[in-house]
T-cell receptor, first 115, second 112 residues
């Protein structure tokens, strides 16, 4: 059972370009979470998705950022017109459908560098 | 709002015991997690507390007091490989996992 898969591991974009980050959850997991980690800082919640639904996007910047988790395929975090401040590690986590809390399993992250 | 506080840095020597404290203020509470994160790597799960008291798992133990909004992670018989960031994380929702609120992490350095 493969873990949470994120790709690419490293992504370099010029200012103004678009960045697409992909996350495939663990098999059987239907909940996906995206977090951003700036250098020397903690993980910051961005968005929580279930298949075809955005459940909570309160941590997403209002502009340029969007996320989806289609019925088929990975979850995508899209950043349009990237700026230097978007440079960070973006982690995806997944968890199974559950009525009780359970741990989230994290991917290895995508390190975005905007030049 | 949500607020989670941890010390920024701690140091200890091999073989010692270290306690990392975490205080939290969240609008809801449905469990507290501790994660370990080595530099450049993904966080990995260490422990989960939802009821008051101590949970022991090998060299690691975690304690929770809900009335005080307080938890600690206790690491015994420290090893060099325990040098990492330790993240305190609170789940604020009931029926689903909900958002996880992470503290900034405590960077632990273990010296020989």
């Amino acid at each position: 059972n493969a873990g949470v898969m994120q790709n690419p591991r490293h992504l370099v974009r010029r200012r103004g370009q678009e960045a697409r980050l992909r996350c495939s959850p663990m098999k059987g997991h239907s909940h996906v979470y995206w977090y951003r980690q700036l250098p020397e800082e903690g993980l910051k919640f961005m968005v929580y998705l279930q298949k075809e639904n955005i459940i909570d996007e309160s941590g997403m910047p209002k502009e340029r950022f969007s996320a989806e988790f289609p019925k088929e395929g990975p979850s995508i975090l899209r950043i349009q017109q990237v700026v230097r401040g978007d440079s960070a590690a973006y982690f995806c986590a997944s968890s199974p459908p559950s009525t009780t809390n359970t741990e989230a399993f994290f991917g290895q992250g995508t390190r975005l560098t905007v030049v | 709002g949500q607020n989670i506080d941890q010390p920024t840095e701690m140091t200890a020597t091999e073989g010692a015991i270290v306690q990392i404290n975490c205080t939290y203020q969240t609008s809801g509470f449905n469990g507290l997690f501790w994660y370990q994160q080595h530099a450049g790597e993904a966080p990995t799960f260490l422990s989960y507390n939802v009821l008051d008291g101590l949970e022991e798992k090998g060299r690691f133990s975690s304690f929770l007091s809900r009335s005080k909004g307080y938890s600690y992670l206790l690491l015994k018989e420290l090893q060099m490989k325990d040098s990492a960031s330790y993240l305190c994380d609170v789940a604020d929702r009931g029926s689903t996992l909900g958002r996880l609120y992470f503290g900034r992490g405590t960077q632990l350095t273990v010296w020989p």
